[in-house]
């Protein structure tokens, strides 16, 4: 876009996040569209400071699109298929555009019926999960979500990667300031927190996984070679993980995390897999009911009065002050490699 400055090293708008990385996106084969959901929800992450979700996030999309794994210009169809089920097939593009064909659609179902499900196949999702549902509870609506990848995690006992990292992200409204949300991986890290810890040559929490033989091993490396994360809270985490896989490809008609091959895309980062998504409408049927939201607020106030205590996702907010006053921090290098990414592949040739 012209007249647009690409500042490095210092701080850029949200505005301007966004439009630089839709150039991005556009110049390696994404459509108008999906360039633009995209970007704002990898600017969006990078300005709330889930940085593992953030511009970390755009060369695996650049890489995927080039390797010919996803399609960038995908039409994803909506399905409406029961009075609170909607499916979508995403013809193999991203989810997060497949999700946008079907909002509207799920939240008039929800409104009408007091619940409603979502269901998308054959999609690609690689953002945070969080920003899947934050939207539905500004809307005064209780959003759950989950989705599943491919397979970089065992079961316990195990050498054999099964699950996705498989996270599961919750949105409810509440009385006094923003929704409060959270975001989990069902594995003891995230698998974008692992690869950024190796780019920063750091180790990790006893735990978070094994090497390619299927030792205990704190090197990220080690589990990004061959080996695998563990789930969080041994037995539990795994049965999460496992009703993760059946939501998110037994339901929808997708494939469960073990069986996606991309192994003929060679730059591939983006696992063709599931999610579900179900919202509830907390009016419906309430009559003489406490006002939801005053209960939620009711039930966080608590937790408060035992000390200072900090509530999942609550650094996110403060994060998006600071970015509307100064702008987003972007480091120089990381951007430099960014807006790189416009130029055409290099071909290798003997």
């Not at 563990?230 to 490809?249: D, Q, S, Y």
Request: with cysteine; proline share 6%.
């Amino acid at each position: 876009m012209t007249g647009r400055k690409d500042v490095t090293g210092r701080h850029l708008s949200f505005d301007d996040m966004v439009a630089t990385l839709g150039d991005v996106l556009r110049a390696n084969g994404c459509s108008e569209q999906v360039a633009q959901t995209l970007a704002t929800n990898c600017a969006s992450a990078e300005r709330d400071g889930s940085k593992s979700h953030g511009l970390f996030r755009m060369e695996g999309y650049v890489s995927t699109l080039r390797s010919g794994w996803v399609d960038g210009r995908a039409i994803p169809v909506v399905e409406d298929v029961a009075p609170g089920f909607v499916r979508v097939d995403a013809r193999n593009g991203f989810t997060l555009p497949a999700h946008d064909a079907a909002r509207a659609l799920v939240e008039e179902k929800a409104r009408q019926n007091g619940i409603a499900a979502l269901a998308i196949r054959n999609s690609h999702h690689l953002g945070a999960l969080y920003l899947d549902v934050e939207s539905y509870a500004e809307k005064g609506l209780i959003a759950l979500s989950v989705v599943n990848s491919m397979a970089v995690v065992v079961h316990p006992g195990s050498t054999k990667p099964v699950y996705g990292t498989n996270p599961i992200a919750f949105a409810t409204p509440r009385a006094e300031g923003g929704p409060f949300l959270f975001d989990f991986a069902t594995s003891a890290m995230a698998h974008g927190d692992v690869q950024v810890a190796a780019k920063q040559g750091r180790q990790l929490p006893p735990g978070t996984g094994v090497d390619a033989n299927g030792a205990p091993t704190q090197d990220p490396n080690a589990i990004l070679s061959g080996g695998a994360l563990l789930p969080f809270g041994a037995h539990k985490g795994t049965a999460l993980a496992m009703m993760v896989e059946i939501l998110c490809a037994a339901l929808v008609g997708g494939q469960y995390s073990y069986e996606v091959d991309w192994s003929e895309h060679p730059g591939a980062h983006t696992p063709r897999t599931g999610q579900t998504l179900i919202v509830i409408d907390p009016t419906a049927g309430a009559g003489n009911l406490a006002p939801f939201a005053q209960r939620v607020e009711a039930l966080i106030q608590e937790i408060r009065s035992g000390g200072p205590v900090r509530l999942p996702s609550e650094e996110r907010y403060p994060a998006r002050e600071a970015a509307a006053r100064n702008g987003i921090a972007v480091d120089a290098a990381q951007w430099d490699a960014i807006l790189a990414l416009k130029a055409p592949a290099q071909t290798v040739t003997a």
